[in-house]
């Protein structure tokens, strides 16, 4: 038998001739024949991702007209860069399992279970007893073990992303309380704390990993085959079945990497705030999920894009900053954050539309 390799049809794509082999999966959303060169650019990854750019130029204008030069310094920039690299790991990996198709509501919980198994004392001792970087591998081995579980309980349990992963955030959070007794829990490895101190030419070095993390999270998506099988499995999943592709196993690997995203994560808040603790990664999912969203990521899977989701976080990260610096209430930035996570969706079912109908 003739195996034949799959491809997607959205962003860049492998050329495909009548000869070549290639199963196109159709993908909603996808850039199809479009009218007028307007269309075609705000459907095109690129015409999003400038969208995108413009936005957050339109926000660094409204930062510097609202609080002048202290939002323009270079601490405040790296400041937003610093509190953008923590969410923006799990973005990343948030749009691995969106793009698949799933969902994963217990990113912040897994957050915080890895930041208090790796800051408790009998992890530090060992630690201490050993070398520092045991406190990064059992960040590592929590956030991917409980990504495993998620995968295992959504591809072969046959339970519902959404109820899968809501059950791990509770049962996460509150694995993350029982460790830690509600307590927050103190680093004192010295090797630990010293190593995430260090700037690399000014540049701090947890932005350093967010970029690392962001540019292999892209040439994974966009490069290798595996990235090909995702936009496939998202995309349709029985026609990803029937091209070959074992479904449920690339689904586990898409929660097993979102688990690894979390456990790195878990690692960088742990370095920035010399704690661990139960309370961290609050809210994470939700800012997660509309990072990527905003991004251009399609929430019923089939089309991600991990520059979009990069932009999408320094958006919101902008934003929150600007609302700072002008003193106004937390409240009014999660109203703001849910208005443009509406317009995004909006946006993302009129551009889809009018792709089915120039299609037709």
Known sequence: MTHQREAVTDGEKPDAGPDSGVVQVPLSGSGKARTGAAGFLLGSSVGRNLGLVVALFVLCLVGVATAGQQFASVDNGLTILRLASVIGVVSVGMTF????????????AIVALASVWSTTLATQSLARGNHWTL?????????????LVNGLLIAYGRVVPFIATLAMLAAARGLAEIIAQRRTQ????????DFFRHDVLGIPLLVIIFAVVAAIGWLVLNRTTFGRRTFAVGGNPEAARLAGINVQ?????LYVIVGLCCGIAAVMIVARTTTGSSTHGTLYELDAIAAVVIGGTLLSGGRGTIVGTVLGVLIFTTLSNVFTQNNLSSSAQSVAKGLIIVVAVLLQQRLAARSNNGST
């Open 249 to 253: 196993r690339h689904t586990v690997a």
């Open 186 to 193: 103190i680093v004192s490895v010295p090797g630990f704390t």
């Open 135 to 147: 406190i990064i591998l059992v960040a590592l081995i929590v956030g991917m073990g409980c990504g």
């Open 97 to 108: 399992v969106i793009t698949g198709g799933g969902i994963d509501l217990s990113v912040g």
